[in-house]
């Protein structure tokens, strides 16, 4: 199914059989994507951390609805990566297309008076690295903390395909690189009244059902904790060690349900598309990995 005229959450996981997508089941970044609890928790992080760049909070700021749907931000960030790892050749590859188009669109100018555009290498380096960066924090601390640093080095060389077909340069592929990258960019980064406002309204983000207020103040937590330490010093959320140790173990607590509810979400699909099995079953964009 092709992606013209329709929604991320229409994406036919299933289909075609046997199309292994543009990474397979063998990639790291499909262990590191399928966990629905750490991508919740890293995507809030990477979406604080990629607002400490003057530029990226302007166009987030003068080209979208995050003020009146955080939420719907949040859950449209990661359709899109579920989509460009679990969804087949075709789809993957006309949605990160299709992105390129809308990015073309998105420019303006800075209050600090330098112009910016979405398609800038540079920046586009910026948000995947703040992005990647956080999925794998989060997926070291509530999934596998014993993935080996070869197969960290494997997960940056994998997705920085998708950074470059976007448009992104220079990408880290090594977590050393990485975390270079993230201290080389450590001065051209801020946090001013409208990064406050980002955070402000994130972490008050409003749940979608009252029984899921405790959840939504849970991850967004946890999204703060997983902030590199210099970067939640600049955004005056440091924690202190108890409540750390808190956000930590009420996650760990809530993993088990978490995983259940998303059973049958991206990955499993993905799954049973490459190994030519196909149902009608519909799930949500990421789920826990069994096998």
Not at 10 to 33: A, K, M, N, T
Not at 35 to 58: E, N, R, V, W
Not at 216 to 241: F, I, K, Q, S, Y
Request: glycine share 8%; hydrophobic share 40%.
């Amino acid at each position: 199914m092709g992606m013209t005229g329709m929604a991320l959450g229409d994406i036919d996981y299933e289909f075609p059989p046997g199309d292994p997508g543009l990474f397979g089941p063998q990639s790291v970044c499909w262990r590191v994507h399928s966990d629905f609890t750490s991508m919740l928790c890293g995507g809030i992080s990477s979406l604080m951390l990629q607002m400490l760049h003057p530029l990226a909070l302007a166009g987030v700021w003068d080209h979208s609805n995050f003020r009146d749907d955080m939420l719907g931000r949040l859950r449209r960030t990661s359709q899109f990566i579920a989509a460009t790892t679990f969804a087949s050749t075709a789809d993957a590859e006309r949605l990160i297309e299709r992105v390129r188009r809308i990015h073309d669109e998105v420019a303006g100018t800075a209050p600090d008076g330098r112009p910016y555009t979405a398609n800038d290498p540079d920046l586009l380096t910026w948000v995947h690295v703040a992005e990647v960066s956080r999925f794998l924090a989060a997926h070291l601390r509530y999934r596998n903390p014993e993935l080996s640093a070869a197969d960290q080095d494997r997960y940056y060389a994998e997705v920085a395909h998708i950074a470059e077909a976007l448009g992104a340069r220079d990408v880290p592929r090594t977590r050393g690189d990485t975390d270079a990258y993230l201290e080389a960019m450590r001065p051209q980064l801020c946090f001013e009244a409208r990064t406050a406002e980002v955070f402000r309204l994130l972490i008050g983000a409003p749940a979608p059902h009252p029984l899921a207020r405790p959840l939504v103040a849970l991850t967004m937590r946890a999204g703060v904790d997983l902030l590199p330490p210099w970067a939640a010093e600049m955004a005056h959320r440091d924690m202190p060690r108890w409540q750390r140790h808190g956000v930590r173990t009420g996650v760990h607590r809530l993993v088990p349900i978490m995983r259940w509810s998303v059973r049958n979400g991206a990955s499993s699909r993905a799954r049973r598309r490459v190994a030519g099995v196909t149902t009608t079953a519909a799930g949500s964009p990421m789920e826990d990995d069994r096998t």
